[in-house]
């Protein structure tokens, strides 16, 4: 081998020439810092026959501008999503406290498997976990957990101890022929079907409850539910409560959902079945449990502490939960993936141990302190903890507070002015978050008066499907006459969540993520409703 230039690519490539790295780095900067958050269309267009047709890869070494080459084209042509326009879904800008900790931690590359490998990054993780135990569970003992991949693997986390609950030893031994499942309202996210999936309970075993009007599962239903379920002699292994759901924020009863799964347990001789919190939207309102509505430091208007108080009122549910899933890659906007899987006791993790002996590269680990012994992942990045971490301290509780509560405020103006619209209904009118679900139809039309036939049963099939396609018609019509330079980008969803008759609903969308949406935004999608039905 040639060492002179064996040695050059180890200096370029593994030494730490600072100058190179920092101009490089300010190019990135600079570059993400152009694109006009007023143009939020205007990326560059993909090439995706290229991309599989035409591999890349360098012969002869090179230098830290060919890794900046390599890459930037795609990096200029993705969207952060600061545009304050970008209202589709339940994705924000990444604030810049978490970029602040996602950087420091690209720089020392932890992982958090044991100590060895990530030292203080490790105690950074129970820190942070801890942190938002508290913030969720409230006054919590011994609470425990880690940061995941994303919060589908954080719910795979809460079913699993489920299973392991009711057929101990599943880990080693498999489900046998038992039958086991799973339950979680029809408003659930789909991650709950891929979870049954993956643990080999099969999706047809994940049983969806029934919501009511404000998407929360229905307590009467799943009594009902669960006895037939025993009567049959199946296993239940877990219960997943929404904090939150995707489209339309809708919160369970968590508090009832114990209150049921307790009592009809007990009746039929069973093991309680894990009570597990799918919060990855919904678990910020925790950051307004504490507010102090009276002496009011923020300032909050009165009908803004109405909101406030409805959201705290949910809150206590929560510490009804044996573990939660918190995607703070969600409303947290910190960097993907933090999501966290806690535990509001940490004796729960013995469901998912493994001893030293099946981890032979980590015979040191320390089953006191170290994930290897109980986690799926072996490498873990430690993005989640920085993340969290530098956000909560960078913004502080208030700054939390702020932010969470503007999201609500925005919320309910737009639901507010929908309402004045006779042909507009708001579909999620009490849910307590951050995202409105609403149909448009053609003006002359009396959407409460269609919406009320519909839950009542009262609605032909041919004039169900002539509504629901005129509602999403309007939003195709509203996408042609839209200029992304002012107006708001809308998502739209086939099914907001609740089924009355077991019929799917369609809906608009707007998700209030970005705290730099403005009053003037949201009267502006009012208005071109207006100008354009
Ligand atoms: C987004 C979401 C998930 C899945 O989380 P990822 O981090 O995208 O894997 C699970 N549940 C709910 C309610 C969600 O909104």
Redesign the pocket.
């Known amino acids: 081998m040639d060492r002179e230039k064996y040695k050059s690519l180890v200096e370029t490539f593994f030494g730490w020439d600072q100058p190179a790295i920092l101009s490089i780095l300010e190019e990135l900067l600079t570059a993400a810092a152009v694109s006009d958050p007023r143009h939020p269309a205007r990326v560059m267009s993909q090439n995706y026959e290229t991309a599989a047709a035409n591999p890349e890869i360098h012969v002869l070494p090179g230098n830290l501008k060919d890794a900046r080459d390599a890459i930037f084209p795609y990096f200029w042509g993705t969207d952060g999503w600061d545009s304050p326009l970008h209202l589709e879904n339940?994705r924000g800008p990444a604030n810049r406290a978490s970029l602040i900790g996602a950087f420091a931690c690209l720089l020392k590359n932890p992982n958090l498997c044991t100590d060895r490998y990530s030292q203080r990054s490790n105690e950074l993780e129970v820190k942070a976990i801890t942190t938002l135990a508290n913030l969720i569970f409230y006054h919590t003992q011994e609470p425990w957990g880690v940061f995941t991949?994303?919060?589908?693997?954080?719910?795979l986390y809460g079913a699993k101890i489920g299973v392991e609950k009711v057929v101990p030893g599943a880990m080693q031994h498999g489900l046998g022929q038992q039958r086991v499942v799973g339950l979680c309202s029809s408003a659930?996210?789909?991650?709950?079907k891929t979870v049954a999936g993956w643990l080999g309970i099969g999706t047809q075993q994940l049983i969806e409850v029934a919501t009511d009007e404000n998407l929360s599962m229905r307590l009467d239903l799943l009594e009902q539910q669960l006895k037939e379920l025993y009567a049959e002699g199946a296993k239940v292994a877990f219960v997943v409560a929404?904090?939150?759901?995707?489209d339309g924020f809708g919160i369970d009863d968590i508090a009832g959902i114990r209150s049921v799964i307790e009592a009809v347990a007990e009746r039929h001789s069973q093991p309680t079945p894990q009570l597990h919190v799918?919060?990855?939207?919904?678990w910020a309102l925790a950051f307004l449990t504490e507010y102090d509505s009276v002496a009011n430091p923020l300032q909050f208007s009165q009908s803004l502490l109405n909101l406030v108080g409805r959201a705290q009122a949910q809150c206590v549910g929560l510490r009804s939960a044996d573990s939660v899933?918190i995607?703070f890659?969600?409303m947290g906007r910190g960097h993907?993936?933090s999501?966290a899987f806690i535990v509001n006791r940490r004796d729960d993790l013995k469901y998912l141990a493994r001893d030293v002996s099946q981890t032979p590269y980590f015979s040191e680990a320390d089953a006191r302190r170290d994930p290897a012994l109980f986690t799926l992942e072996c490498s873990r990045p430690a993005i989640g903890p920085y993340a969290v971490m530098a956000s909560l301290n960078g913004i502080g509780l208030n700054g939390w507070r702020m932010l969470v509560a503007r999201g609500l405020e925005l919320a309910e103006r737009l639901k507010q002015g929908l309402e004045q619209l006779e042909y507009c209904q708001v579909l999620n009118r009490h849910t307590p978050g951050v995202s409105v679900n609403w149909w448009v139809l053609p003006k002359g039309r009396n959407a409460k008066e269609i919406f009320d036939k519909l839950l009542a049963g009262e609605l032909s099939e041919d004039q169900r499907l002539r509504y629901f396609s005129e509602v999403k018609r309007s939003i195709e019509k509203r996408e042609k006459s839209v200029d992304p330079s002012l107006d708001a980008r809308l998502g739209f969803t086939t099914d907001f969540g609740f089924r009355p008759h077991g019929i799917s609903i369609p809906a608009w969308k707007a998700v209030f993520f970005n705290p730099a949406t403005s009053d003037a935004i949201v009267d502006r999608i009012l208005v071109s409703i207006e100008e354009m039905t």
């Open positions: 339940v991949i994303g919060g589908t693997i954080s719910n659930s996210h789909y991650s709950n929404t904090f939150g759901t995707t799918d919060a990855a939207v919904g899933t995607d890659h969600k993907y993936p999501s």
